[in-house]
């Protein structure tokens, strides 16, 4: 049998190449992302992604569950569409005050200040933000035991959005983590906007729990072939497509699913929304969440209608 302090030391070789790992890659990410900066952009805007119109001018609204939720999972995302250059107005509509553990009336408050950040980061012509907190645990309970009425949810967007032809932003079907509260957003805005002319894109969840948790890993693959892709003349492009077929321009620069990359000021934007506007979920755990999701480096959209 093997002695305690042997087993510690045999331990520690996959955490030491873990570390390493993730340090090696977000060095590796730091270059791409200021690398893709300099070769698809003049320097003058801050974007490492390519929006299509059809999220651009728009009034648009984020349907979460909990604080936290606009942060943890559409940080990129807000981050991106509020950049002045868009011309769109944000909005945020949270169903619950994130109850479960009887702090609704904090997490109300922190939501505010962390919508203070990802709001309002670069500034904009367009109206202020609007953020709205239902404090209705009969019909929106902060649980992991049931999901919400699709009707209800569709009602309370119906209150909120002041536009005919708005752009509603949520979760997908499997919820990002398969939670029955996000998961009833998807269902209550599929309700929303069968009955209205408004369009819905949600935030695609990710395959696996290695995607989920890969940080920079698999988003410095996407980055590296944006890289190529950006200039298909270089010798880099040139060398990679030899070895391997040709990236498509086209699949990568505006087709769907829309894809939203984080730039380093985006990232750090993110985690001081997350750890000062949210200060009281800051346990242990988040800062591993931090360290390794990759929600705060890539967000996928994909439109429904
Ligand atoms: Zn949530």
């Not at 045999?10 to 873990?18: A, C, E, G, S, Y």
């Not at 702090?103 to 505010?112: A, D, I, M, Q, V």
């Not at 480096?297 to 209608?305: D, G, K, P, S, Y």
Request: with cysteine.
């Amino acid at each position: 049998m093997a002695c305690p302090k042997c087993a510690y030391s045999i331990l520690r070789i996959p955490v030491r190449i873990l570390a390493k790992l993730l340090f090696v890659s977000c060095l590796a990410w730091i270059v791409l992302t200021n690398a893709l900066l300099c070769y698809l952009h003049d320097g003058s805007s801050p974007s490492l992604s390519t929006i299509p119109v059809e999220l651009t001018n728009k009034d648009i609204y984020f349907l979460i569950a909990h604080p936290d939720d606009e942060v943890m999972f559409f940080g990129p995302t807000i981050l991106e569409l509020s950049l002045p250059k868009y011309n769109n107005s944000m909005n945020l509509l949270c169903l619950s005050t994130g109850n479960g553990a009887g702090l609704g009336s904090t997490r109300e408050l922190e939501l505010l200040k962390s919508t203070q950040i990802l709001f309002s980061l670069y500034g904009s012509q367009r109206p202020q933000p609007v953020v709205k907190i239902v404090n209705d645990e009969a019909r929106f309970m902060d649980t992991m035991d049931a999901e919400w009425d699709a009707q209800l949810v569709a009602e309370e967007l119906g209150l909120f959005v002041k536009t005919s032809d708005a752009l509603v932003i949520t979760f997908d079907e499997g919820g990002v983590s398969g939670h029955p509260n996000h998961v009833s957003l998807f269902e209550g805005a599929k309700v929303y906007v069968s009955q209205t002319p408004a369009s819905l894109y949600t935030l695609s969840s990710a395959s696996s729990v290695w995607e989920k948790y890969s940080f920079t890993l698999i988003t410095n693959w996407k980055l590296f072939k944006r890289l190529v892709a950006s200039r298909p003349h270089s010798v880099l492009a040139q060398a990679f497509n030899r070895r391997f077929s040709p990236i498509e321009v086209d699949t990568l620069l505006g087709g769907a699913p829309v894809e939203i990359y984080a730039t380093m000021n985006m990232f750090l934007a993110a985690v001081g929304a997350m750890a000062w506007g949210h200060y009281s979920q800051m346990v242990w755990f988040r800062y591993g969440w931090m360290l390794l999701s990759r929600y705060l480096t890539f967000n996928e959209l994909r439109l429904v209608q």
